[in-house]
């Protein structure tokens, strides 16, 4: 199926016009608001047009007013409620030992459903570990890989590998926060799980190495997933370590049967908090700049 405008629906209004991103609606030689057939190859599929149409006169190849459309609801939440959502979130690394019903993941995955992308969501994908079990037969390898990381740092030619295939940003990250943790033996399972915190759940997000903006479109998801979570009572935190290891050891990646082509970017640990937080942390750690 092509985009379409229904001439018999449209009102003229050319509000698809103004707010289609690559700019391929227009009007054509009849005067009519149109498709630009020379431009529909770049269509992004996002239904901005399909959106802000008052008539539902447009037809997108990828997209059906009843099947992913939806009213908008009348009541929006203000910035008080918001602010007061926000500040109520923790990163949660202290779980009761209960499984995460399945009616709470469904909940989660319907959240996603309105999260933002930069490009090809299609080719986002999400594992979904509801089974400690699994979860704790991937820590031994885990823990050793921590281990090679230390030695790796250790070593000036393999950081200089490191620095070179993985990018400055990466290594600095390894080098300055998860190698000075794992030197002091922190991960070591002998002090407990101090990995995955003994996490009932765990979602992992992950796609095709080459695929178009899959780190951002990886990084959206979790951070939408991450406030649903909190939003419906659980808790849950971001682990880079499991995707680390996922990508760089075999077993790991066999165990939460990541395809061999993908890359893992972030995952998420969550459950049911143990403990209730008693204050909000407020802190801004970001510079600001104004040009006015």
């Not at 770049?42 to 059906?64: F, R």
């Not at 823990?143 to 393999?158: A, Y």
């Not at 002090?191 to 759940?201: F, H, K, L, N, S």
């Amino acid at each position: 199926m092509k985009n379409y405008i229904h001439q018999d629906l449209c009102k003229k209004c050319k509000l698809c016009i103004e707010v289609c991103p690559v700019n391929m609606i227009g009007i054509d030689s009849r005067g009519q608001v149109n498709f630009l057939p020379e431009r529909e190859e770049i269509c992004l599929k996002c239904g901005q047009c399909m959106a802000v149409c008052p008539s539902d006169a447009i037809t997108n190849a990828k997209s059906y007013y009843k099947s992913i459309f939806t009213e908008l609801p009348e009541s929006k939440i203000d910035y008080s409620s918001f602010i007061n959502f926000l500040s109520t979130r923790r990163s949660v690394r202290n779980f009761r030992n209960e499984k995460v019903d399945h009616e709470s993941i469904n909940k989660i995955i319907n959240a996603l459903k309105y999260v933002p992308y930069g490009a090809a969501p299609e080719k986002m994908k999400i594992t979904i570990i509801n089974n400690r079990a699994i979860i704790e037969k991937a820590l031994p390898y885990t823990e050793k890989f921590l281990d090679d990381v230390v030695r790796w740092v250790d070593n000036p030619l393999m950081s200089a590998i490191i620095r070179h295939k993985k990018g400055q940003e990466t290594f600095n990250t390894i080098k300055n926060h998860l190698y000075p943790i794992s030197k002091l033996k922190n991960y070591k399972l002998e002090y407990g799980d101090r990995i995955t915190r003994g996490a009932p759940a765990m979602m992992i997000f992950h796609a095709h190495k080459r695929a178009e903006e899959h780190t951002n479109n990886a990084m959206i998801n979790a951070t939408y997933a991450m406030l649903a979570i909190h939003s419906i009572g659980m808790g849950a935190t971001m682990n880079g370590i499991i995707p680390a290891a996922i990508n760089k050891v075999k077993a790991v990646r066999n165990i939460f049967e990541i395809p061999n082509e993908d890359e893992a970017v972030i995952s998420i640990i969550f459950g049911y908090p143990k403990y209730k937080y008693q204050k909000a942390i407020s802190r801004f750690n970001t510079k600001v700049y104004y040009r006015e």
